[in-house]
Nanobody, 118 residues
Framework: EVQLVESGGGLVQPGGSLKLSCAASGFAFGNYDMGWVRQARGKGPEWVSTINIHGSSAKYGDSMKGRFTSSRDNAKNTLYLQMNGLKPEDTAVYYC???????????WGQGTQVTVSS
């Protein structure tokens, strides 16, 4: 059974930092691109980042560039998202994402809440 369990969310002041983690199990983690998606209350999902299977290349949404960094440890089956310079508009539930392939659908974890507020 595929499982993605996010952790590391919480309340942080504007300008602060958080590091999210996503523990993956039930599939060959190192064979899949992985990513993060977020959803603010009352809004649709917003793509945050995608990282390739080796962790050598990551892409980010425009509002996250220069502030967020995604990484992965394939030996630990874990995905990370380092978030710096957080803004109130970054407040959302952040979901870890197993990126879809030609034969498999996207799979998201249960999410972790990030709240940026003074």
């Amino acid at each position: 059974e595929v499982q993605l369990v996010e952790s590391g969310g919480g309340l942080v002041q504007p300008g602060g930092s958080l590091k999210l983690s996503c523990a993956a199990s039930g599939f060959a983690f190192g064979n899949y691109d992985m990513g993060w998606v977020r959803q603010a209350r009352g809004k649709g999902p917003e793509w945050v980042s995608t990282i390739n299977i080796h962790g050598s290349s990551a892409k980010y949404g425009d509002s996250m560039k220069g502030r967020f960094t995604s990484s992965r440890d394939n030996a630990k089956n874990t995905l990370y998202l380092q978030m710096n310079g957080l803004k109130p508009e970054d407040t959302a539930v952040y979901y870890c994402r197993k990126v879809s392939t030609m034969t498999e659908s996207d799979f998201w974890g249960q999410g972790t809440q990030v709240t940026v507020s003074s």
